[in-house]
Each structure stands twice: as structure tokens, then as C-alpha cells.
């Protein structure tokens, strides 16, 4: 069993900002500085230090050259790395800035942007010590830069208070911005893992299923030997019904391996059926069997807890025009979310767990109730959502053995369980049991047509089965 996935957050030697991302960011932000300061100086005409300004750009630039040799493209930077790299950024930054202007320069709300790329890619302790490099930066251009260039002799000043304001601003922005853009990067790594958990377990019910082409190949790999098995048995049959003196138990013998080795031979031949040819016992699962297959491992093995489980027909009190109990399509998804969920109301559940199942010709539905303490209101808008658990990490309830779990204490045991089974056309409805009574009612609804089989093929099971008993 593969172990339970967790990703929670950045550790602090984690990093997800590789060398090229950061190279090609910051060969925009050079270009991005070049043009524009070519265009003040030779395009609007404004005297500012050239010079200057071109060599704190191209010690960018050589950065850059330098990043790009000694590291391939693939290179994931340590956190420690790549937050001295974005510190550089925000030091060639300011100083540009206090050539040109200061917080009186328009450009200055780029201190915004090294610290959304940390956010986004960096641990939160990172973040915050460039977010404090970015604001002591702004804090120092408010009042030490030179002069904004403008249009001589006239001379470009603005009052303190409005200085203040664009500080503010860009702090803010700031902030904001960094929050916003780790909480979106969290919950996509979080979406990320919970997804993966979910193939793990997929992937799990796929083995199984490919068991049946394992079980085809030694079918048709034994095919052969038995052929010659029922040969040889009839032969020796034929001469021993021709022979005197021979020991009748003999004869008897050779019949019953004759007979045995043709019985092995039909069941050969149901295992190596085509899946248009399947066995209709196994591909057809009545809404009775669904049930008692998802709760036979807790039913069995928990002893403390009550399960029961109830059918009925007629959704609204009335019997349907068909009362056919409803025949669906055996989905080892469905069995493995209706388990989870059972799983989970026995952990919870005090004294007894119920599942009743209804159905009209409308639609089916199964609702599994239990006597626990009910889903807390805080979560009741969230759970389902990855990682989103009312239990602590790891702490599954020992009666029913739920050891190797994927996602066990995560919160992922439910968002798992709640995907497959609206991958099978069903819709799941949390709700807490009416007053006085306690406990947690989940529900689990399915239009008829979704649930069942085609109808020949579910009669044709049913009376197959009545055939056979």
C-alpha cells in the first residue's frame, strides 16, 4: 500500500522556482528596464544619469549569463539561493530608483513583483525577510533619492503626504499580493496531491480488475493440457469398458476424472469470455448486494458498532409503476466510496450505524446515518474539499483496521470517496441528524437511469440467477 500523501505547505528547504523560470522572469525585467530608460533619455528628452542606470542594468544582465552557464535549465534553486537572487533584484530596483526619482517614480510599484514570485514559489520565512528588504528599500526612497528628471528649468516636487501615500500603497499591494498568490499556490499543491492520492487508489482497483486478464492467460495457458487430459481419460475409459477382469472402482475412477477435467474445462471457458461475453452475475450488482458488499468489512470486524441496513421501495411513500429493485453495474468506485463512507461513520458512530436505501422510478438514492457527534458546522461547507478532516493526522478508529490507508487523517479518505461516486452520476448531501437526535447523515443520490443496467441485461441476470438456484 502506498503511504498517505501530505503537503500542507512549503518546508523550509523546499523550492519550486527552477532556474529557467527565474531566468527568463528576470531577462523580461532587463529589457523591461532598458527600453524604458532608452525611452526617457532619447525619447522624452529628460536629463537622467545614463550611465548609471545602463551599468546597474547590465550587472543584471551578466547575472543572468552567469546563472544561465553554470546551472542547466532543469536546476531547482534552494530556497536560499533564490531568495538572494530575488534580493538582488530588489537592490538593483532601488537603486534605479534613487537615480531616477524615488517613490516619485512611477515604476516604483515593481517592488511588488520579487515578492509575489517568492510567495508563490518560496517558504513563507523567505517571503517575509524580502517582503522586509522590498519595504525598507520604499522606506529609505521616500526620503534619500535624486531628483525625478523632468523638463529643465522646472523642477518635479510633490508633498511628503502624497509620498506617504504611494509607501502605503505599494506596502499594501504588496501584502496583498503575496497573501493572495501563496494561498492560490497552496491550495494548487494541496488540489495537486489530493488528485494523486486519488489515482493511487484508482490505480489500486485497476490491479484487481487486471487480475481477470491474468486469470485469461492461465486460462488459456492450461487449455491445452486439460484437452489432453479428457483424450487420454477417454481412451482409458474405452478400454476399460472393453477389458474383463478389470477392478471396478477403476472404471469408477476414470469417469470421475474425466468428468472432473470437463468441469475444469467450463470453467476455463467462463474465464476467458470476451468483456461483451462477461459473466452477467459479476457485471450486474443489485442495490441490495452494492450495500452489503461496501459494509461487509466493517459488519464483520467492528464490534462495538451496530450496523444495520434497510430497503424500501417508493422514495415518497408510494410504490413506483416498476418495483424492481434497482440492478446497476458492479463499479469497484462505488464500492470502495460507499466503504469509506460507512468506514467513516463507524469511526464517529457511538452505539449503531444505519444504511437505508430507497428508490422510485425516478431515482435511487442510499443515505448512511450514525449516532456520532454530526459534522461540526464550521466544516460543514468544506468537507469534501481536500484535506479538509475533523479527525487528528493519522487517527483512524482501530476496530475496523485501517491501517496503510491512503490519506488516513487527512482529509482526503471523503474527498476521495465524494469524486468517485459523483464520477458515477451520483450527487453527495451532508447534513446533521434533526433535534435531539445526534449524529451525521450522508446521503448518496442517483437518477435511475444513471444507476441501472440496460433492462434486458439486468433481466437477463435475474433470471439467470433464479435459473441457477
Known sequence: MPPPIELNSLGPHDSRLRMQTIVRLRWFGVLGQLGTVLAVYFGLGYDLPLGWCLLLIALSAWLNVGLRVLYPGRHRLSPAFATAVLACDIATLAALLYLTGGLENPFALLFIAPVTVSAATLPVRNTIAL?????????????????????????????????????????????????????????????????????????????????????????????????????????????????????????????????????????????????????????????????????????????????????????????????????????????????NLIENAVDFARKKVEVSATWDEAEVSITIADDGPGFSPEIMDTLGDPYVTTRPSGSRSGAVGNAGRVGAGLGLGFFIAKTLLERSGGVVTLANQPAPATGAVVKITWPRSAFDLPAHTAVGSSAELAASL
Open 131 to 339: 517582503g522586509i528588504l522590498a519595504i525598507a528599500a520604499a522606506s529609505l526612497l521616500v526620503a534619500f533619492h535624486m531628483p525625478l528628471p523632468w523638463y529643465p528649468p522646472a523642477v518635479f516636487a510633490v508633498p511628503w503626504i502624497y509620498k506617504a501615500g504611494v509607501w502605503t500603497a505599494i506596502v499594501a499591494g504588496m501584502l496583498f499580493l503575496a497573501l493572495y498568490t501563496a494561498r492560490l499556490s497552496r491550495e494548487a499543491r494541496l488540489m495537486s496531491a489530493a488528485l494523486a492520492a486519488s489515482e493511487l487508489v484508482l490505480a489500486r482497483e485497476q490491479r484487481l480488475h487486471a487480475l481477470d486478464g491474468l486469470a485469461a492467460a492461465a486460462a488459456h495457458e492450461l487449455g491445452t493440457p486439460l484437452a489432453t487430459i479428457a483424450l487420454v481419460t477417454k481412451e482409458l475409459e474405452r478400454e476399460v469398458s472393453s477389458a474383463s477382469g478389470m477392478a471396478p472402482h477403476i472404471a469408477e475412477d476414470i469417469t470421475l476424472l474425466r468428468s472432473q477435467a470437463e468441469r475444469c474445462r467450463d470453467i476455463l471457458r467462463k474465464l476467458t469470455r470476451s468483456p461483451g461475453e462477461q459473466d452477467p452475475h459479476h457485471v450486474s450488482l443489485p442495490l441490495t448486494q452494492l450495500i452489503q458488499e461496501a459494509a461487509l468489512p466493517y459488519t464483520s470486524r467492528t464490534v462495538h458498532i451496530d450496523i444495520t441496513t434497510q430497503l424500501s421501495r417508493g422514495g415518497n411513500g408510494a410504490d413506483p409503476a416498476d418495483g424492481r429493485e434497482p440492478i446497476g453495474e458492479r463499479r469497484p468506485g462505488v464500492i470502495f466510496g460507499l466503504g
